[in-house]
């Protein structure tokens, strides 16, 4: 027996045990990498059982792509992503944007164990709040004041 088909079935196991309901599709999440002179750029994309694509990006650094109706629409995303991520990979600011990229990925993360681990105050709720809707307004006002990329 396959050793992955094994792992999937006991995981489907505990899962059904919890309570949920699984709809297992054939097939394996795939992981497709690619390496651009210096660039490496990485996405990990699985069809769900609505036979749509469901893609993210995972490196330079993570982000949801969303999910996608063809695999000519999936592709057309990755050819284009790689395309801006290949001019971006130019500018000698784009390690630092890449840093900046992992710190709200990881903030996304905190912010949530804070809320699932502490009774968190509505005063810091109100706080947080306000200080996210500042960082949006903030980035919304130098998207405006920055030239567009062509």
Known sequence: MNYNTAKQDSIEMVLRQM?????????????????????????????????????????????????????????????????????AFNSSKFTRFTALAHTAYHTTHDLEALFMNHNVSEESLARLDQLLTQLKDEIGSIQQQSPVIK
């Open 19 to 87: 309570g949920a309901e699984i709809h297992s599709i054939h097939g394996m999440l795939c992981h497709v990498s690619f390496k651009v002179g210096d660039l490496d750029i990485s996405y990990v994309y699985n069809i769900n059982r609505w036979n749509k694509f469901y893609l993210q990006r995972l490196h330079p650094y993570p982000i949801g792509s969303g999910t996608f109706e063809s695999e000519d629409e999936a592709l057309m995303h990755i050819k284009n992503d790689m395309d801006i991520l290949l001019n």
